[in-house]
T-cell receptor, first 111, second 114 residues
Framework: GDSVTQMEGPVTLSEEAFLTINCTYT??????LFWYVQYPGEGLQLLLK?????DKGSNKGFEATYRKETTSFHLEKGSVQVSDSAVYFC??????????FGKGTTLSVSS | EADIYQTPRYLVIGTGKKITLECSQT?????MYWYQQDPGMELHLIHY???????EKGDLSSESTVSRIRTEHFPLTLESARPSHTSQYLC?????????????FGEGSRLTVL
């Protein structure tokens, strides 16, 4: 069945460092891909998405490109801030099915 | 801004008590979901509903039950709480038409059973 694998955390960075969180997927069709973020004490919220190959999703300085050839959707940010400390979830969706989440990656940014 | 609300945010109760976690959304979404989040932050789908009078069990077996009598309301009930039910419970909703996969989440209910 379809699945999402993302890098295990925690990821610990200093402020202004470059961030990459790896995400790869397995799917039989042509899924949409998402990154959700969960700030401390809150529910999840959509960070960015891409619906087809080569699409780039972006929001709040974060970017991810849908790479069909490598079945990947890695999350990147050029300069992280303390306020980016959160848990990040990669997810996959195919029409008619429930969203499939990765296990989450905790990011901790220190000043 | 998502309009989906969960109450209570935090609940500490004793073993054997009956509890209901409330979830309401004002977006008119047909699809609603309950996720259980473990201490490692992994999400497990325990219940979902695609409309009024429709409920299904998710991937993770749960002793909880749900009901969907009104579109906006999707409560989760534990008839007899146990320490193993201690967890964070997240409610979410999404549109049926379009089926974009985008979910809107509540802030969660953190349950502790002593």
């Amino acid at each position: 069945g379809d699945s999402v694998t993302q890098m295990e955390g925690p990821v610990t960075l200093s402020e202004e460092a470059f961030l990459t969180i790896n995400c790869t997927y397995t799917a039989t069709g042509y899924p949409s891909l998402f990154w959700y973020v969960q700030y401390p004490g809150e529910g999840l919220q959509l960070l960015l998405k891409a619906t087809k190959a080569d699409d780039k999703g972006s929001n709040k300085g974060f970017e991810a490109t849908y790479r069909k050839e490598t079945t990947s959707f890695h999350l990147e940010k050029g300069s992280v801030q303390v306020s980016d400390s959160a848990v990040y979830f990669c997810a996959l969706h195919q029409a008619g099915t429930a969203l499939i989440f990765g296990k989450g990656t905790t990011l901790s940014v220190s000043s | 801004e998502a309009d989906i609300y969960q109450t209570p945010r935090y609940l500490v109760i004793g073993t054997g008590k009956k509890i209901t976690l409330e979830c309401s959304q004002t977006m008119g979404h047909d699809k609603m979901y309950w996720y259980q989040q473990d201490p490692g932050m992994e999400l497990h789908l325990i219940h979902y509903s695609y409309g009024v009078n429709s409920t299904e069990k998710g991937d993770l077996s749960s002793e909880s039950t749900v009901s969907r009598i009104r579109t906006e309301h999707f409560p989760l009930t534990l008839e007899s709480a146990r320490p193993s039910h201690t967890s964070q419970y997240l409610c979410a909703s999404s549109e049926y038409a379009g089926d974009t996969g985008e979910l809107f989440f509540g802030e969660g209910s953190r349950l502790t059973v002593l």
